[in-house]
Each structure stands twice: as structure tokens, then as C-alpha cells.
Nanobody, 116 residues
Framework: QLQASGGGSVQAGGSLRLSCAAS????????MGWYRQAPGKLREFVAT???????DYADSVKGRFTISRDNAKNTVYLQMNSLKPEDTAVYYC????????????WGQGTLVTVSS
């Protein structure tokens, strides 16, 4: 359902753009966003965009990451700038449908490694 891509290795201060391509229209999702999981840590929220284009970010990425979507391409993006070593993690794309049946979908994850 969700295919994440765009991860890689960069130096601190660099940029990457992650993509999350959905099979089918993303208009059916109330929320789409990104989570990440660093080695030995729990998965944490990064950013989300709603069907009404409301945005939310984790405090740790505000001002550096930007989430956006392209409905025509059924894709959500995460532009990551000013990357820090602590941003190193596997990034997972997430989507949730609305009522009457709330359903969560997860992508397979894409690894981002930031070296100092």
C-alpha cells in the first residue's frame, strides 16, 4: 500500500527528500505522515499532514523538515534539511483512513544515516 524511498547517507548539515507513494488515491487517508525509529529506541512521530492540509511536526524537526503531498502522484514527501546525526533512523511512512473504520497503513521503512 505504501512504498517509502529516498533514504541514504549524508553528512551533517545535508539534505534528503523522502517519498511515500501510495497504491491508489491518497484522498482516502485522513492522515499521512512519517515516523522514525533509531537503533535501540522506540518509534517516534516526525510529521503529519491531514486531508485538510494541516501540518504537525515533532519539536525536534520543526524548522528543518517539511512535509508535503502531491495528490496527482499519490505521494507524500518529507524534505529534510540541516540534518543532524541524531536524525539517523529508519523512517516509516504512515497513513490512516477515516471513519467508519479507522485503518492504519505502514510503509516498509527507509534508512537515513547522518554522519558528523
Amino acid at each position: 500500500q505504501l512504498q517509502a524511498s529516498g533514504g541514504g547517507s549524508v553528512q551533517a548539515g545535508g539534505s534528503l527528500r523522502l517519498s511515500c507513494a501510495a497504491s491508489g488515491s491518497i484522498s482516502r487517508f485522513v492522515f499521512m505522515g512519517w515516523y522514525r525509529q533509531a537503533p535501540g529506541k522506540l518509534r517516534e512521530f516526525v510529521a503529519t499532514i491531514t486531508s485538510g492540509d494541516s501540518l504537525d511536526y515533532a519539536d525536534s524537526v520543526k524548522g528543518r523538515f517539511t512535509i508535503s503531498r502531491d495528490n496527482a502522484k499519490n505521494t507524500v514527501y518529507l524534505q529534510m534539511n540541516s540534518l543532524k546525526p541524531e536524525d539517523t533512523a529508519v523512517y516509516y511512512c504512515h497513513a490512516r483512513t477515516g471513519l467508519p473504520v479507522l485503518t492504519n497503513y505502514w510503509g516498509q521503512g527507509t534508512l537515513v544515516t547522518v554522519s558528523s
